[in-house]
T-cell receptor, first 115, second 116 residues
Framework: DTEVTQTPKHLVMGMTNKKSLKCEQH?????MYWYKQKAKKPPELMFV???????INESVPSRFSPECPNSSLLNLHLHALQPEDSALYLC??????????????FGPGTRLLVL | AQSVTQLGSHVSVSEGALVLLRCNYS??????LFWYVQYPNQGLQLLLK??????LVKGINGFEAEFKKSETSFHLTKPSAHMSDAAEYFC??????????????FGKGTKLSVKP
């Protein structure tokens, strides 16, 4: 199984809502990532979890909050988002045996629209 | 700091023609380079990668890329385009993040169109 799953596929939320994105992998990978991809742009890294230790891209606003309940699951909690946060949110995972050389396996993404 | 530059935001070829997507990198250390493909409304899929060893790397779907250190390039090619190759292609370099983790730094992407 080389699949990373993400739910939901689509999400529409208001600026006062709280919602969560979910990512799951069963490949035994020890690193998981959240990327944000705006239309016609490349993905940009938001967070990395490796061995359940979080590394944050300091440019990411605090209205995005990652959570790693276990090594297979990665959530992204959303609160008080802005319309400019509308994007495709991609989750990825990698084995973390040789981090710089490894393939990152991407999920299909959650397309988020903030009204 | 590592970076990649993809020349040409949009490339159009005829079915059966050669595909050439250009990528140049900048890195102060030996780079690890990747090509990913993204089909509409989907995530990214690895086509191929260069880490060490052979400089000509073969990937999935008939794609290959050659690492040329003297030219700081990692161009992606395919001898004969298929309609199913129409997609967005991203070149990426791996960089350190958080002290030890790998972070993919992507180029801006090249959209490949294939004409019948």
């Amino acid at each position: 199984d080389t699949e990373v799953t993400q739910t939901p596929k689509h999400l529409v939320m208001g600026m006062t809502n709280k919602k969560s994105l979910k990512c799951e992998q069963h490949m035994g990978h020890r690193a998981m990532y959240w990327y944000k991809q705006k239309a016609k742009k490349p993905p940009e890294l938001m967070f990395v979890y490796s061995y359940e230790k979080l590394s944050i891209n300091e440019s990411v606003p605090s209205r995005f909050s990652p959570e790693c309940p276990n090594s297979s699951l990665l959530n992204l909690h959303l609160h008080a988002l802005q319309p400019e946060d509308s994007a495709l949110y991609l989750c990825a995972s990698s084995p973390y045996e040789a981090p710089l050389q490894e393939t990152q396996y991407f999920g299909p993404g959650t397309r988020l629209l903030v009204l | 700091a590592q970076s990649v530059t993809q020349l040409g935001s949009h490339v159009s070829v005829s079915e059966g023609a050669l595909v050439l997507l250009r990528c140049n990198y900048s890195s102060s250390v030996p780079p690890y380079l990747f090509w990913y493909v993204q089909y509409p409304n989907q995530g990214l899929q690895l086509l191929l990668k260069y880490t060490t060893g052979a400089t000509l790397v073969k990937g999935i779907n008939g794609f290959e890329a050659e690492f040329k250190k003297s030219e700081t390039s990692f161009h992606l090619t395919k001898p004969s385009a298929h309609m199913s190759d129409a997609a967005e292609y991203f070149c990426a370099v791996s960089a350190e993040y958080g002290g030890s983790q790998g972070n993919l730094i992507f180029g801006k992407g090249t959209k490949l169109s294939v004409k019948p």
